[in-house]
């Protein structure tokens, strides 16, 4: 009967397109298959809240889930398969799941090369070459070496795509966040130009690479078609909740063009969300550098004494100044700043760099010295 109420939560699950009650009704299911002791119930309620956790950026949760599950595949691949019925396939959800791992600090370089090369060896001789490739890439920039990962990257996108990846416009983003840390305009441009007129269809890829390419496009004096990826890039993260990330570029985007106000209303939308999973540590660091960054440019054009609305939540309220006061542009600057430098510290520390510092502080000092331009 306990068996049966699970399969039961898990057919209800997928029904619903709501993330938060997917996810419960497959907790709920994964408990009673426990108490049932009945494994494929467990496996199938687990296998779909992998990508459940993933897209709520729940990466700790994500890992957990998806190391039982490679547990059970790798001791009866017949029982367990990689694809079970309404499931993603198993080994791109653990390709998933080593970007997000090579894009940490809480492993350590060889444990990280260590599940690549576990990975290599499920997907087998000769496969998976598009998605092994951009693992590497992910892995060498996190160690700041940006030429390797730049050959890397080349190397993946010199063949076809495969089932591990959403497409190859989505390894393309990756190609431009690798070249936007090497401060290669020209590549960044190259790599996202294809989001502009023919974007994917996955929901959060596309703002992710019109974001990181608006910059570039400015740079190489295409300020409209910034401006209209800056626009399109707005539209989806307002019908969508996107990475903290994300909301700072977009942020540092409209500090740069005089949109001061949009500035300081996409710092407020990124500030509850910049801590994230435990395991996201990427995506921390990327969004605490350009808060840091955008907080620091608001100050020199004058806004420093401008109150920070709606941050006041569970996530933020630790950092907070003391006696209850709420944040302005002034008080959070250098909180951020510092949280921004102790994690870039943290992730050059595995790898004996300064890359992540010095990437920081020129982001930093170009949105202090960036004169907004007239509006198009």
């Given at each position: 009967?306990?068996?049966?109420?699970?399969?039961?939560?898990?057919?209800?699950?997928?029904?619903?397109?709501?993330?938060?009650?997917?996810?419960?009704?497959?907790?709920?299911?994964?408990?009673?298959?426990?108490?049932?002791?009945?494994?494929?119930?467990?496996?199938?309620?687990?296998?779909?809240?992998?990508?459940?956790?993933?897209?709520?950026?729940?990466?700790?949760?994500?890992?957990?889930?998806?190391?039982?599950?490679?547990?059970?595949?790798?001791?009866?691949?017949?029982?367990?398969?990689?694809?079970?019925?309404?499931?993603?396939?198993?080994?791109?959800?653990?390709?998933?799941?080593?970007?997000?791992?090579?894009?940490?600090?809480?492993?350590?370089?060889?444990?990280v090369e260590d599940l690549i090369a576990e990975h290599?060896?499920?997907?087998?001789?000769?496969?998976?070459?598009?998605?092994?490739?951009?693992?590497?890439?992910?892995?060498?920039?996190?160690?700041?070496?940006?030429?390797?990962?730049?050959?890397?990257?080349?190397?993946?996108?010199?063949?076809?795509?495969d089932g591990l990846a959403h497409c190859v416009r989505?390894?393309?983003?990756?190609?431009?966040?690798?070249?936007?840390?090497?401060?290669?305009?020209?590549?960044?441009?190259?790599?996202?130009?294809?989001?502009?007129?023919?974007?994917?269809?996955?929901?959060?890829?596309?703002?992710?690479?019109?974001?990181?390419?608006?910059?570039?496009?400015?740079?190489?004096?295409?300020?409209?078609?910034?401006?209209?990826?800056?626009?399109?890039?707005?539209?989806?993260?307002?019908?969508?909740?996107?990475?903290?990330?994300?909301?700072?570029?977009?942020?540092?985007?409209?500090?740069?063009?005089?949109?001061?106000?949009?500035?300081?209303?996409?710092?407020?939308?990124?500030?509850?969300?910049?801590?994230?999973?435990?395991?996201?540590?990427?995506?921390?660091?990327?969004?605490?550098?350009?808060?840091?960054?955008?907080?620091?440019?608001?100050?020199?054009?004058?806004?420093?004494?401008?109150?920070?609305?709606?941050?006041?939540?569970?996530?933020?309220?630790?950092?907070?100044?003391?006696?209850g006061e709420g944040w302005t542009v002034a008080t959070?600057?250098?909180?951020?700043?510092?949280?921004?430098?102790?994690?870039?510290?943290?992730?050059?520390?595995?790898?004996?760099?300064?890359?992540?510092?010095?990437?920081?502080?020129?982001?930093?000092?170009?949105?202090?010295?960036?004169?907004?331009?007239?509006?198009?």
């Open positions: 009967m306990t068996a049966a109420r699970s399969l039961a939560l898990i057919a209800r699950a997928d029904r619903t397109w709501q993330l938060e009650e997917q996810a419960s009704l497959l907790v709920e299911a994964v408990s009673l298959a426990r108490e049932a002791d009945d494994l494929d119930a467990e496996y199938a309620a687990r296998m779909r809240l992998v990508p459940n956790s993933a897209i709520r950026f729940e990466v700790s949760e994500a890992v957990t889930h998806l190391a039982w599950c490679v547990v059970r595949h790798d001791s009866d691949p017949t029982r367990f398969p990689r694809r079970a019925s309404g499931t993603e396939d198993l080994l791109y959800l653990e390709d998933w799941t080593l970007r997000q791992l090579a894009l940490s600090d809480a492993l350590s370089p060889v444990q290599a060896r499920r997907l087998g001789p000769g496969a998976g070459e598009h998605a092994l490739g951009t693992l590497g890439a992910l892995h060498a920039w996190a160690l700041g070496d940006v030429a390797l990962a730049s050959a890397h990257i080349g190397a993946a996108l010199r063949v076809p795509g989505c390894t393309r983003d990756i190609a431009a966040q690798i070249a936007e840390a090497a401060g290669d305009a020209a590549a960044v441009v190259m790599a996202v130009d294809d989001f502009a007129t023919d974007p994917c269809d996955d929901l959060d890829q596309p703002a992710s690479a019109l974001s990181r390419g608006l910059f570039a496009w400015l740079a190489s004096d295409r300020r409209e078609d910034a401006d209209s990826a800056y626009g399109v890039a707005v539209r989806r993260v307002a019908a969508r909740p996107t990475t903290a990330e994300v909301r700072g570029r977009l942020a540092r985007y409209a500090l740069v063009t005089g949109r001061l106000d949009e500035a300081v209303g996409h710092v407020e939308a990124a500030l509850p969300y910049v801590h994230g999973s435990a395991l996201a540590t990427h995506l921390r660091l990327g969004a605490l550098r350009e808060i840091a960054a955008v907080l620091a440019g608001l100050q020199r054009r004058g806004l420093g004494e401008r109150c920070l609305t709606g941050v006041d939540v569970p996530s933020v309220r630790p950092l907070l100044p003391a006696r959070a600057a250098p909180v951020v700043l510092t949280a921004a430098r102790e994690l870039a510290g943290r992730f050059d520390a595995r790898a004996g760099t300064m890359f992540h510092v010095e990437q920081l502080q020129r982001t930093v000092c170009g949105a202090e010295s960036q004169v907004p331009g007239p509006l198009l």
